[in-house]
């Protein structure tokens, strides 16, 4: 199973999904922006009408791209406006910053 479904064909996308669904159990499978943007749109669209994909909340940690040791990082995010929660912006910083 390959982390990032980059055909150029709906079905395949699908499948994709199914098996990463089928892979944790009937689990949530958390799904990136960066990963999406690389579907086909027609797909994606398909997906999103029958609810098959949701927009979730910001990941609160991500796996910190500042070195080789990939430490788990909290995730800050900036809203747009105050109590908001609407996110603007988020960042990972290492723990050298």
């Keep these: 199973m390959t982390a990032y479904c980059s055909s150029g064909k709906p079905i395949e996308v699908l499948s994709e999904l199914f098996e990463r669904l089928c892979a944790c159990d009937g689990g ?14 027609e ?4 997906m999103k009408k029958q609810r098959l994909i949701v927009k979730g909340r910001p ?5 910190c791209p500042g070195c080789e040791h990939e430490c788990v990082m909290p995730v ?3 809203s747009t ?3 908001t929660g609407v996110p603007h912006l988020s960042y990972v910083t290492s723990e050298a910053t």
């Excluded at 949530?28 to 749109?41: K, M, N, Q």
């Design 76 to 78: 800050h995010t900036v």
């Design 28 to 41: 949530t499978v958390l799904v990136s922006a960066d990963e999406i943007r690389r579907w086909p749109r």
């Design 43 to 46: 797909a994606v669209m398909a």
């Design 81 to 83: 406006r105050e109590g």
């Design 59 to 63: 990941a609160a940690s991500a796996i």
